[in-house]
Structures are given as structure tokens and as C-alpha cells.
């Protein structure tokens, strides 16, 4: 089922529904940003109804489970809200209680186990095997995007000195202007999507780079553009993003790198440590 279709589908099922159901439908349908990002547990909760009612009514609008029918909503909510729209929308699902900041965690495990049944090894194989051979990284990220980019060309610059993050909106075509088929571009592109990042991702497609996207799910638009696509899950219900699960991508993608590579990373590695022993760039662990 499209995303779009949802509350449509639920008005028109109505009819069918059993009273229980018509309770759960009349929430839904009247607090649509915030009941997308309910456990199961809660709605049933707040609702009057038991969790297995709740089950069985995403069951009935043609869902495998509450978590099916619940990131169907999610996806299509977390698109049309603002900044200030997920400020009120986290105010009114999370109270002042302890119950609250566990909701958080719990939030960025469920992120994390969606993008692990959703991995595609093949995938992160390609994409390692792209980044190896590549003359030149570039990464693009903006806005809070890039946090990650910084951890991505980090790791990667230690492996291989040749990657740079672009995240300079009126500087980014200068610096990859020469861009080419011989160059890995990794765009990091979380919703709400950057358009910047966007079109320095087009521009590079455009000169034949192998386009390598980060980003949440298949309708996401840099997709349209990459080469590769990766995803892992970001939705959260709060105004900033949660970007748990896509560092726990990008470690999976360095790590995999490293263990298939290790000859070559091995000696850079240990010329770093020297280096790094002879300037005490970290602390003696016996001070």
C-alpha cells in the first residue's frame, strides 16, 4: 500500500469496522503527526483498547503487524512536517516522565534493527569495493547531515589520505569541478532532503562519478541519481534527526573496508601510530 493511501484507506473501511476499531480509526484520523510515532502499547493506551486490537486492526487494513502499518505512517508524516511541526509533535508524545527518555532510546533501536533486516550485503560490498578503487572521495552533506559526513571522511582519509566532505554550499562546485569517472561522490541525504546537496549530487552524475547515496529509504530523491544506494532508518519523533542508525551504517561500511583491505590500511596504520606515539597525541594511559 502507498504511503499516501493510508487515512484515505482507513475513512474508507470504516464502515466495516468493528466499534473497537472505530475508536482506533477516529484517533488515528485525528492526530495524525503524532500517532505515527507510537509503540503499539501506547496507542492501544490512550485509545481504551487492548494491543492485540490494535494488531489486529493494521492486520485488517491489509498490514503484516502494527510496526508495518506504523512505518507507513511515519514515512509519510516525517515528509510534510517542519522544524517547529516536530517540536510540537515530540511535546505531545513524550511527557515529563522517566518513561519518556527510555521512549528515546527505544526509538533508535527500533531505527537500528529496521536498517539491519533491510541491509543488502551486496550492497555494502559494491559500495566498499567502489570506494577502494576510487581515485578520489568526495562526500556531500549538509545541515545536520553533516555530522556524519565529518565521521565518514574522517575514518576514510585515515584508510586512504584521498577524501574530502563538501558541505559549503557556495564553495561546493569549485571544488568539484574536475570531478570524474574515476571518482567515488557519496551523498549523505536524510528527509528533510537538502536540495543543495541535491544538485552538487547531479552535477557529479552528470561528469560520469560513481554516485554512492546514504539516505533512508528507496523514495528518497537522491536515489534518482546514485549508483549505489544504502539506507538506514531515521524516523524519530522529536524536532532534530536521529542519526543512530545511519553512524551505525557508516560504521558498518568503514569496518567492512578496513577487513577486506587490510594489507594496504595495515601499513598506513602503523606508520600513523608511530607518528602519533612520537608526538603524544594521546594520553599515557598510566598518567
Known amino acids: ?19 473497537s476499531q472505530h475508536k482506533i480509526a477516529d484517533y488515528i484520523l485525528d492526530n495524525t503527526h503524532s500517532v ?35 512505518n507507513n505512517l511515519a514515512h509519510s508524516v516525517e515528509k510534510q512536517l ?6 510540537k509533535m515530540s511535546r505531545s508524545v513524550h511527557s515529563e516522565s522517566e518513561r519518556s527518555i527510555y521512549d528515546i532510546f527505544e526509538s533508535d533501536v527500533k531505527n ?14 559494491h559500495a ?51 570531478v570524474d569517472e574515476n571518482d567515488v561522490v557519496i551523498g549523505i541525504s536524510y528527509a528533510r532532503y537538502t536540495k543543495s546537496t541535491l544538485d552538487v549530487i547531479s552535477y557529479a552524475q552528470e561528469k560520469n562519478a560513481t554516485i554512492i547515496a546514504l539516505t533512508d ?15 538506514a532508518s531515521s524516523s524519530m519523533p522529536s524536532f532534530l534527526d536521529s542519526f543512530v542508525a545511519p553512524l551505525s551504517l557508516i560504521n558498518v561500511l568503514v569496518t567492512y573496508i578496513g577487513n ?4 594496504n590500511i595495515d601499513k598506513r596504520l602503523e606508520d600513523f601510530e608511530v607518528i602519533w606515539d612520537r608526538y603524544n597525541v594521546f594520553l599515557d594511559d598510566h598518567n
Request: no cysteine; net charge positive; aromatic share 12%.
Open 112 to 125: 537500528i534493527k529496521a536498517t539491519m533486516n533491510n541491509l543488502n550485503h551486496t550492497d555494502i560490498q
Open 260 to 263: 577486506h583491505e587490510s594489507i
Open 36 to 70: 505515527a510515532f507510537l509503540t503499539g502499547a501506547k496507542l492501544a493506551k490512550l485509545v481504551g483498547v487492548s494491543e492485540a486490537t490494535i494488531v489486529r486492526f493494521a492486520n485488517f487494513l491489509g498490514f503484516s503487524g502494527y510496526n508495518d502499518f506504523q
Open 128 to 178: 566498499s569495493e567502489k570506494i577502494v578503487e576510487a581515485k578520489r572521495i568526495y562526500i556531500i552533506a549538509n545541515r545536520s547531515a553533516v555530522s556524519l559526513g565529518f565521521f565518514l571522511q574522517y575514518y576514510l582519509d585515515l584508510l586512504f589520505g584521498k577524501s574530502e566532505l563538501i558541505h559549503t554550499t557556495a564553495a561546493a562546485f569549485d571544488r568539484i569541478h574536475n
Open 1 to 19: 500500500m502507498k504511503e499516501k493511501d493510508i487515512y484515505k484507506t482507513i475513512a474508507e473501511y470504516r464502515n466495516k469496522m468493528s466499534k
Open 217 to 231: 529509504e528507496y523514495a528518497s530523491p537522491i536515489t534518482a541519481y546514485a549508483d549505489i544506494s544504502l539506507f
Open 82 to 87: 517542519n522544524t517547529v511541526d516536530r517540536l
